[in-house]
């Protein structure tokens, strides 16, 4: 089992930023791929960016050159750092995790067995 726990969300205007934080405990070494998805209400839940623990980063097309995601291995920690925040990025933001190689079947949630509770992000205009 992987447990994960996010951090970091909040309100803020667009144009602004913000930084998750998802730190995995457990048997980490099952968390091979580690991922952010967001799902707005009425919405489906989506990918949004992933990152392998070879360093491979993964992006949805509607945050490309806005957000990046990065990894502390040593914390088990993942982070979204969220530039240029749009009102349509307003979401709950989960992290998941997974033992893919090199996050292959993302960005559909099914594979991901491990989430965490999610952070609530909402950008106002």
């Known amino acids: 089992q992987v447990q994960l726990a996010e951090s970091g969300g909040g309100s803020v205007q667009a144009g602004g930023s913000l930084t998750l934080s998802c730190t995995a405990s457990g048997y980490t070494y099952e968390a091979r791929c580690m991922a952010w998805f967001r799902q707005a209400p009425g919405k489906e839940r989506a990918g949004v960016a992933a990152i392998s623990k070879g360093g491979r980063q993964i992006y949805a097309d509607s945050v490309k050159g806005r957000f990046t995601i990065s990894q502390d291995n040593a914390k088990n920690t993942i982070y979204l750092q969220m530039n240029n925040l749009k009102v349509e990025d307003t979401a709950m933001y989960f992290c998941?995790?997974?033992?893919?190689?090199?996050?292959?079947?993302?960005?559909?949630?099914?594979?991901?067995?491990?989430w965490g509770r999610g952070t609530q992000v909402t950008v106002s205009s």
């Open positions: 998941a995790a997974s033992s893919q190689f090199e996050c292959s079947a993302w960005p559909s949630p099914t594979p991901f067995p491990y």
